[in-house]
C-alpha cells in the first residue's frame, strides 16, 4: 500500500467518524461490565460550537475515549438546553425583522414560532461537535423540552410544592427589564462601573433647614417614602421627630432611625425608596413604609410617579438632574465607582423591583449537597472551587424559579376563581382537583410564567435515564450515579450544585463522583473570548485549518483544571506539527526494508528493551495524571515520550542505515512500540491515530484503536533507564562538540573517557552508532588540548580523526570578527563623545567601559585562532 507524503486529515476525519458511527462504537446499553458515564453539559439549543464548548467537549472525549479502552461500558449522553431567556429573544427578534410584534401574537402562535426556529436551528451544534471528533451515543441526545424530561421537569415542581419547598411570594427580585423577566441572584452579573454620586439638597417640613443626601440614581427620589439616618449620629440628632419633603415631587416623608445607615457613606444620610432597593425594602417593611413602583416593565417611569412619565430611567437620570439644579436642588456632583448589576443573558442592568414570584425554599435541601462534598462523596478538581462552592451553599437565599417568558416549562399551576389554586401535571388533572372545590375547568386559568431554565438542568443526570417519572428502571439504575462532570466554574452554583441537590433528594444519592472544572478561554491579553469583542476565532475554521486532532491538541497542551487557557493559534499549530511527526514516524517505519535473515543487532537491543521500561515508567506517570484529573500534564507527559523518546531518540537508535533493511525482531518490536504510543495519545488525538492504526498492518476494519486495550504497565528496568540516560547526555555532548567545533557529521571521531568506578559499557554501541564514532576508550588520565564535557561526573574527550573544515570556520571567524569590531567602533564613539561622558551617571560609563574592554579582549581572541589556521 503506498503511503501519501502528507496526512490528509480532511479524509480522514470524514471517514474515520463515519466508520465508528456504522460500527455503533459510540452506543451504551447496560450489561455486565463496569459503566463510566458522562451526561454533557448540554449547550443553549440558540448556540453555535465557540472555544469554551471545545475545551470542555474536548476534556469529556478524552475522558470517554480512555474509559472505553479500558474495557468500560462508556456512555457520554449528548444533549441541548431549551434556555428560555435566550431563546425567547432570539425568536422575538426574528419575529420583529419579519414584521411581527410578539405582543399580537397568542402564547399558542409564539411557541409555533419558537419550536419552528428550534427545529432549524437546534441541531447545529451538536453537529458540529461530531467534526471535534465527539463521541457520544447520539441515539440518546435528549432536548430538555422532550415530553419525557418536560414531564419530570413538572413532576418535580410538584412534588417539592407537596413537600412545601414551592411557594408563592412578593419579593424583590433581580428584573431584567429587556427580557422582562424575574432573575435569580446567580443570574446577575456585577461589574465595576464609573458613575456619578449626587448629593441633593431635601428640605425640612416646617423649617427652613435642608439635609444633604448622596445618590447614584437620582430618577429614583419619585419613588421615595423616608429618609434615614443613624441614632448613633449625633449629627443628626434635631431631625428627631420631624419630617422631609421630596425634591420636585412636593411629597412629605418620615425621618426614620436605624442602625443600618453607613454614618461614614456620603453624608450620613439616606434615601429610603423601598420599592427599587433590596436593603430600602427590608426597611420599608421594618418600619411599616408606603412602596412606590415608580417602573414599568420596561423600565421606563410609569404613572405613578406623575413625572418624566413614560420615559427610559436613564434618560431620566440626566433629565431630573438637570431639574434639580435648576430648582437649587443639587449640592455638587463627584464621581463614583460602584457595582452595578447586569443581565448574565441580555446585559441589560439589572432593577431591583417588587415582584410576585414562585420561590424554592432552599435552607434544607442544600444540607445533603454540603455534606457530599465535605465528605468526599464528590470531588471538585482542582479542590480550591470548594471553598466557593462552600460560600454559595452556606449562604444561600431562597431560589425565584418563575420567568415571565412563554418559552419554556409553564408553572403547573391552575387558578380558582375564588383566588386559591391547585397543582397539577396536566389540565385535566387540575379539572379533577377543581371538580372537588366545586368550580369546573372552564373557570381555571393556568400561570403564565414559565420556571427558570436551571429548574430543568438541575434534573439533567435523573431525566435522562428516565430517573424521575421511573425511579427504579434498568438504565437508571446501571448508569446512576454518572462518573464525572466537565464544566466551567462560574455555573458550579446554577447548575452542579443544583444537581446534587436534586441527586440526594430523589435517590439519596450523588449524581456524579468527579466534577473537573475547566478554566475560561481568554486571548493573549487575558480578555474572555467572545463574539463582541471580535477576538473568538470560529472553531470548525481552526479544524479545517489545522485539523480536529491538531486543535484538540492546541487546547489542551496549557489548560490545567480551574485555570484560564490563554489562547493562542500557535498552539493549534503546535498540535498540528505532532500530527505531522507522529504520520512522519509511523512513514519512516513503513519504509523500511524487511530482511527475514538478518540477526539483530545489539544497538536495536539495548533500544528495544530502554523503551519498554521508558515506555512504562511514563505510562505509570499518565494513568496517576488521569486520576488527579490533570490532563494537560497527561498530554505533555504522552507529547514528549512520543516526540523525544520515541522519535527523537529510539527511532535514530533502531533504524537500519541508509538503502540498507532491518531485521524482522527490530521492525516487530518497533511496530508494537508505534502501535503502544497511538494508544496512549488516542484519546486527545482520535482521528490521526486511527488512520496509522490500520495502515501499520494489516486489521479488519472493525480492529479501531478507539476500541483497542488500553496499555499496561509491565516490568521496570530502572537500570536499563538510568544507563539510557547516561548515553543519551553523552550523545547529547558529542553532539554539541561537533556544532560548537564544525565537525562534519561523517567525520569520524574518538571518544576518550577518564578512568572511573561508574563507567558502564553496555550503551557503548549505541554511542558508537548515534555519534559516528570510531572507537570508545578509557584513558587514565587527564587529556589536554581537546574538547570535553561531563556527564554524571565522568569526564569525557572529543579526539579529531578528521581535520575542521578550515575554510569554512576561518568564513565563520571573520564574519564574527567585523560584527565585534563594528560594536567595538560604536562604543568608542560613544565614550569619545564629552557631551555623553560629561553628563550620563558614572554607572552607565562604567556599563560602557567594560563593554569596550570585554570587546577588545573578544576580538584579539577571534584574531588570535585565525592566525592558528591560517
Known amino acids: 500500500m503506498e503511503i501519501a ?46 472555544m469554551g464548548h471545545m475545551l470542555n467537549n474536548t476534556i469529556q472525549d478524552v475522558l470517554i475515549r480512555k474509559a472505553r479502552m479500558e474495557g468500560k461500558n462508556a456512555c457520554w449522553v449528548p444533549g441541548t438546553d431549551h434556555a428560555s431567556i435566550a431563546t ?16 399580537d401574537l397568542t402564547r399558542e402562535e409564539f411557541l409555533k414560532h419558537a419550536w419552528e426556529w428550534t427545529h432549524k436551528h437546534g441541531g447545529i451544534i451538536l453537529e458540529q461537535l461530531k467534526k471535534l471528533g465527539a463521541s457520544c451515543d447520539w441515539d440518546r441526545t435528549k432536548f430538555t423540552m422532550d415530553e419525557d424530561l418536560s414531564e419530570a421537569v413538572i413532576q418535580m415542581f410538584i412534588d417539592f410544592h407537596k413537600k412545601g419547598l414551592i411557594y408563592q411570594g412578593v419579593r424583590m427580585v433581580n428584573w431584567d427589564p429587556v427580557a422582562l423577566t424575574a432573575l435569580s441572584d446567580e443570574e446577575v452579573i456585577h461589574r465595576e462601573k464609573q458613575s456619578k454620586l449626587f448629593y441633593m439638597r431635601y428640605n425640612i417640613a416646617g423649617e427652613d433647614k435642608q439635609v444633604i443626601i448622596a445618590t447614584t440614581r ?40 436605624d442602625e443600618y445607615v453607613d454614618m461614614e457613606f456620603g453624608t450620613g444620610v439616606l434615601k429610603i425608596t423601598p420599592a427599587h432597593d433590596v436593603n430600602d425594602y427590608s426597611l420599608g417593611m421594618k418600619h411599616k413604609l408606603e412602596s412606590i413602583d415608580i417602573f414599568n416593565d420596561d423600565a421606563t417611569i410609569n404613572e405613578v410617579a406623575k413625572m418624566y412619565v413614560g420615559e427610559d430611567r436613564f434618560k431620566v437620570r440626566k433629565k431630573i438632574v438637570v431639574d434639580l439644579e435648576a430648582a437649587g436642588h443639587i449640592e455638587k456632583i463627584e464621581e463614583y465607582t460602584n457595582s452595578v448589576g447586569h443581565s448574565e443573558r441580555t446585559d441589560a442592568v439589572i432593577e431591583p423591583r417588587l415582584s410576585k414570584q414562585w420561590f424554592c425554599s432552599m435552607q434544607e435541601l442544600v444540607k445533603p449537597a454540603i455534606k457530599a462534598v465535605k465528605g468526599g462523596e464528590v470531588k471538585l478538581h482542582p479542590e480550591k472551587f470548594s471553598k466557593t462552592y462552600f460560600h454559595w451553599m452556606d449562604n444561600i437565599q431562597n431560589w425565584c424559579i418563575s420567568r415571565q417568558l412563554w418559552w419554556g416549562h409553564r408553572i403547573p399551576v391552575y387558578y380558582l376563581p375564588n383566588g386559591e389554586y391547585v397543582v397539577a401535571k396536566s389540565i385535566e388533572d387540575a379539572a379533577g382537583q377543581a371538580k372537588e372545590l366545586g368550580f369546573n375547568s372552564a373557570e381555571l386559568k393556568q400561570d403564565e410564567d414559565v420556571l427558570d431554565t436551571w429548574f430543568s438542568s438541575a434534573l439533567w443526570p435523573l431525566s435522562v435515564f428516565d430517573g424521575i417519572r421511573n425511579p427504579d428502571n434498568e438504565e437508571i439504575n446501571y448508569y446512576y450515579p454518572t462518573n464525572d462532570i466537565v464544566t466551567a466554574p462560574e455555573i458550579l452554583f446554577f447548575w452542579v450544585a443544583r444537581m446534587v441537590i436534586t441527586g440526594y433528594e430523589y435517590r439519596d444519592a450523588k449524581p456524579f463522583e468527579n ?32 485539523s480536529a486532532d491538531g486543535v484538540r491538541v492546541g487546547m489542551l497542551l496549557c489548560s490545567p483544571a480551574g485555570n484560564d487557557l490563554m489562547f493562542d493559534e500557535k498552539l493549534c499549530l503546535q498540535g498540528s506539527k505532532f500530527q505531522n511527526k507522529i504520520w512522519n514516524a509511523f512513514k519512516l517505519i513503513k519504509g523500511w526494508e524487511i530482511d527475514e535473515s538478518l540477526d539483530q543487532p545489539e544497538t536495536s537491543t539495548i533500544a528495544i528493551n530502554w523503551f519498554e521500561s521508558k515506555f512504562s515508567v511514563e505510562l505509570e506517570k499518565i494513568n496517576a495524571c488521569y486520576g488527579q484529573y490533570k490532563l494537560s500534564e497527561v498530554l505533555m507527559i504522552s507529547y514528549k515520550l512520543i516526540w523525544d523518546d520515541f522519535c527523537s531518540n529510539y527511532l535514530e537508535m533502531i533504524k537500519p542505515e541508509y538503502l540498507k533493511p532491518i531485521d524482522r525482531v527490530s521492525y516487530d518490536a518497533t511496530v508494537k512500540n508505534l502501535e503502544l504510543i497511538l494508544k496512549v495519545i488516542h484519546p486527545f488525538m482520535p482521528f490521526v491515530t486511527e488512520e496509522i492504526w490500520h495502515l501499520i498492518s494489516d486489521k479488519p476494519k472493525n480492529d479501531c484503536i478507539m476500541i483497542a486495550e488500553w496499555p499496561t504497565v509491565s516490568n521496570i528496568d530502572q537500570s536499563s533507564i538510568k544507563k539510557m540516560e547516561i548515553a543519551l547526555d553523552v550523545i547529547g555532548g558529542i553532539r554539541n562538540i561537533r556544532k560548537q567545533k564544525n565537525i562534519a557529521v561523517k567525520g569520524k571521531l574518538d571518544l576518550k573517557i577518564k578512568k572511573d568506578d561508574s563507567i558502564d559499557a553496555t550503551c ?68 569619545s563623545n564629552s557631551r555623553f561622558v560629561d553628563n550620563a551617571p558614572e554607572q552607565v560609563i562604567s556599563v560602557e567601559k567594560k563593554k569596550q574592554q570585554d570587546t577588545v579582549t573578544k576580538i584579539k581572541l577571534i584574531e588570535e585562532q585565525l592566525s592558528s589556521i591560517s
Not at 449625633?234 to 415631587?249: C, F, H, N, Q, S
Not at 472544572?517 to 463574539?531: F, H, Y
Request: one cysteine or more; a negative charge; proline letters at 6%.
Open 218 to 257: 437620582p430618577e429614583t427620589i419619585l419613588g421615595d417614602t423616608a429618609i434615614c439616618v443613624n441614632p448613633n449620629d449625633t449629627r443628626y440628632d434635631w431631625l428627631k421627630g420631624k419630617k422631609a419633603i421630596i425634591p420636585l415631587v412636593g411629597r412629605e416623608v418620615p425621618i426614620i432611625f
Open 764 to 831: 557503548d554501541a549505541l554511542i558508537i552508532k548515534m555519534c559516528n564514532l570510531e572507537s570508545i576508550e578509557v584513558v587514565d588520565d587527564k587529556m589536554e588540548g581537546v574538547p570535553s564535557f561531563m556527564t554524571d561526573a565522568t569526564q569525557y574527550y572529543i579526539d579529531f580523526k578528521e581535520e575542521v573544515n578550515v575554510e569554512e570556520k576561518a568564513e565563520e571567524l571573520k564574519k564574527e570578527l567585523l560584527y565585534f569590531q563594528g560594536f567595538l567602533k560604536g562604543i568608542d564613539k560613544k565614550l
Open 515 to 546: 466534577v473537573y472544572l475547566t478554566g475560561i478561554v481568554r486571548d493573549e491579553q487575558r480578555r474572555k473570548m467572545s463574539k463582541s469583542l471580535g477576538n473568538s476565532p470560529d472553531p470548525i475554521e481552526l479544524m479545517g485549518k489545522y
Open 88 to 103: 425567547e429573544a432570539k425568536v422575538v427578534a426574528k419575529l420583529k425583522e419579519e414584521g411581527i410584534d410578539k405582543n
Open 5 to 50: 507524503s502528507k496526512y490528509d486529515f480532511g479524509k480522514s476525519e470524514e471517514n474515520w467518524y463515519a466508520h465508528w458511527m456504522e460500527q455503533g462504537f459510540f452506543k451504551s446499553l447496560p450489561d455486565d461490565r463496569e459503566p463510566y458515564t458522562i451526561v454533557i453539559p448540554p449547550p443553549n439549543v440558540t448556540g453555535v460550537l465557540h
